[in-house]
């Protein structure tokens, strides 16, 4: 079983910026455990946003490319997702979300590949 647990949310206004963490525990997590960051925006569908895979891969929804930087920190178990110039349609509740050994080089990671998730951090951004 694996824990993971999701901080550094908060207001802020467009063009702003936060780092959003995300700390894995549990005794069957393992530092090549493919990783990714979720958004749940008012009235849509869960999208992923960006992932990181087993050999460190990392890709971008199109419409945060240039602004978010996924990355993990192996010896704190965190994941982290830099988020840049934000917009008003950043606003969501943003997710963590870890699954087994997967390389995924050119493309998101899918909801399927993922078998544990955390519990939500809330970002919302003012224009």
């Known amino acids: 079983q694996v824990q993971l647990v999701e901080s550094g949310g908060g207001s802020v206004q467009a063009g702003g910026s936060l780092r959003l963490s995300c700390v894995a525990s549990?005794?069957?997590?393992?530092?090549?455990?493919?990783m990714g960051w979720f958004r749940r925006c008012p009235g849509k569908e869960r999208e992923g946003v960006a992932s990181?895979?087993?050999?460190?891969?990392?890709n971008y929804i199109d419409s945060v490319k240039g602004r978010f930087t996924i990355s993990k920190d192996y010896a704190k178990k965190t994941l982290y997702l830099q988020m840049n110039n934000l917009k008003p349609e950043g606003t969501a509740m943003y997710y963590c979300?870890?699954?087994?050994?997967?390389?995924?080089?050119?493309?998101?990671?899918?909801?399927?590949?993922?078998?544990?998730w955390g519990q939500g951090t809330q970002v919302t951004v003012s224009s």
């Open positions: 990181i895979d087993s050999d460190l891969n990392t």
């Open positions: 979300a870890t699954g087994g050994y997967a390389i995924w080089r050119t493309s998101l990671i899918p909801e399927a590949a993922y078998s544990s």
């Open positions: 549990g005794h069957t997590y393992t530092n090549y455990f493919v």
